[in-house]
């Protein structure tokens, strides 16, 4: 069965951080682009950041530039989000998900996680 799982969404003071994970299973997940993508209250859904098949090209949206990381690990089939200095702002459910190509801007993507909460207070 193909699925995205995510985890390390939680409540987290401002300026700190969370490091999020995602585990993929029945894909060929070594030929694949993932991406993380976040959606805020009120807000539609945004591409934060994804990484290439190889890990050589990484994409991040202008809001995260310099305080989120995305890393992969293909032996392990899993993609982290690292998030240092968090803000407010970046209150979100976030998803993993997936593609067949690379593109910039991010996209298609044709496989989607159920998504974790990632809540930062003041």
């Known amino acids: 069965q193909r699925q995205l799982v995510e985890s390390g969404g939680e409540l987290v003071q401002a300026g700190g951080s969370l490091r999020l994970a995602c585990q993929a299973s029945?894909?060929?997940?070594?030929?694949?682009?993932m991406g993380w993508f976040r959606r805020a209250p009120g807000k539609g859904r945004e591409c934060v950041a994804s990484?290439?098949?190889?890990?050589?090209?990484?994409y991040y949206a202008e809001s995260v530039q310099g305080r989120f990381t995305v890393a992969r690990d293909n032996d392990k089939n899993t993609t982290h989000l690292q998030m240092d200095s968090l803000k407010l702002e970046d209150t979100a459910v976030y998803f993993c998900?997936?593609?067949?190509?690379?593109?910039?801007?991010?996209?298609?993507?044709?496989?989607w996680g159920q998504g974790t909460q990632v809540t930062v207070s003041s």
């Open positions: 990484i290439s098949e190889s890990g050589g090209r990484r």
């Open positions: 998900a997936s593609s067949f190509t690379w593109a910039t801007p991010p996209g298609p993507y044709d496989m």
């Open positions: 029945g894909l060929a997940f070594r030929s694949r682009t």
